[in-house]
């Protein structure tokens, strides 16, 4: 059975791991903008349709110091460039965004089932603890109070 400092161990990974997937969470939401390879549309054109070449607003390019507010280049499918593009001028297809959409969900829904595994462990730790350090006292007035 477990002591109690290998419940308090376990409590202290737990809450590590919740932390970690919590900030790895918050990269995915980032990973859900425009960028490399996603086909996207003109905002004053709709009809015009491309693949984004190029993206310099992702937080690596914006840490080494590149201007983000015109992140992108864009690949149109008559085969022009479009030159330096804003968020504001191109919104991703609704294909492709569903896509991503879903690809998040999945991470989300996988990283929930993780979180409820180490909730039903560290729960288990503790119930094992609890009746490991039950008395005949404390049981009985266990037992009477939830009779």
Known sequence: MPAREEVQRNL???GVALAADLEKNCM????????????VLSVEDAAKKGVVETDYGTPEYIAAGYNGSQPYIVRWDDGCGSGWLG??????????????????????EEQLRKLEELQAKLLGDFDALSADQATPEK?????????
């Open 12 to 14: 202290l990974a737990v």
């Open 28 to 39: 995915d939401v980032q990973k859900f903008r425009i960028s490399v390879g996603d086909r």
């Open 87 to 108: 968020p504001a001028e191109i919104v991703m297809d609704e294909d492709a965004a569903l896509k991503k959409f879903e690809e998040l969900q999945k991470k989300l």
């Open 139 to 147: 049981s009985s007035l266990t037992s009477s109070t939830t009779a």
